[in-house]
């Protein structure tokens, strides 16, 4: 069964603290994706990834980093943590073929900043 | 306005069917998609549709796209308690990587 992995489901940080969410996906997708979702918000497009080492920003990057080292891995970093990075991170990647977008998601990282 | 709109809950009886509206903007979209989210995991592909079709049933599911208006609908029989969920429409273009999502409809069923 394929999936995408977030290895951290719940996380709670200290203000000003660095945080790292992992995603790996075993799909050999080209593209992933980081969303943070917030309630009446839906999904928001913090950064995305066409390939390896390529990252773009979305519509919020601010106070987040990403990396892509590794195809399989897309890594989130809040460089110092903010209270209003409370939220739930999700994940997800797809197949660089074109055709429809179909997302493939992970499970969620529900983080909390104190 | 935002590009994709649905109405954020619906309530229904057990039993029933449930309609879920969403209404979109660009006239370019070339495929339409439903994401189902249950409680604490993250978003799972329920169906698409391509832009030249108006119509895709799948068991209890039903996609209705009218492209005229902008308008596509799930239809969901016999609603179970099972189908308690976030329901997302989304819409993507030819040459675009990046699917945009309506805000999400949190589905109710009650007994």
């Known amino acids: 069964d394929v999936k995408v992995t977030q290895s951290s489901r719940y996380l709670v940080k200290r203000t000003g603290e660095k945080v790292f969410l992992e995603c790996v996906q075993d799909m050999d997708h080209e593209n992933m994706f980081w969303y943070r979702q917030d309630p009446g918000l839906g999904l928001r497009l913090i950064y995305f990834s066409y390939d390896v080492k390529m990252k773009e920003k979305g519509d919020i990057p601010e106070g987040y980093s990403v990396s892509r080292e590794k195809k399989e891995r897309f890594s989130l970093i809040l460089e110092s943590a903010s209270t209003n990075q409370t939220s739930m991170y999700l994940c997800?990647?797809?197949?660089?073929?074109?055709?429809?977008?179909?997302?493939?998601f992970g499970a969620g990282s529900r983080l909390t900043v104190l | 306005g935002e590009d994709v709109e649905q109405s954020l809950f619906l309530s229904v009886r057990e039993g029933d069917s449930s309609v879920i509206n969403c209404t979109y903007t660009?006239?370019?979209?070339?495929?339409l998609y439903w994401y189902k989210q249950e409680p604490g995991a993250g978003l799972q592909l329920l169906t698409y549709i391509f832009s030249n079709m108006d119509m895709k049933q799948d068991q209890r599911l039903t996609v209705l796209l009218n492209k005229k208006d902008k308008h596509l609908s799930l239809r969901i029989a016999d609603t179970q308690t099972g189908d308690s969920a976030i329901y997302f429409c989304a819409e993507s273009k030819t040459g675009s990587y990046i699917p945009t999502f309506g805000r999400g409809t949190s589905l109710i069923v009650h007994p």
């Open positions: 997800a990647s797809r197949t660089g073929n074109s055709g429809a977008n179909v997302l493939t």
């Open positions: 660009d006239s370019s979209s070339t495929y």
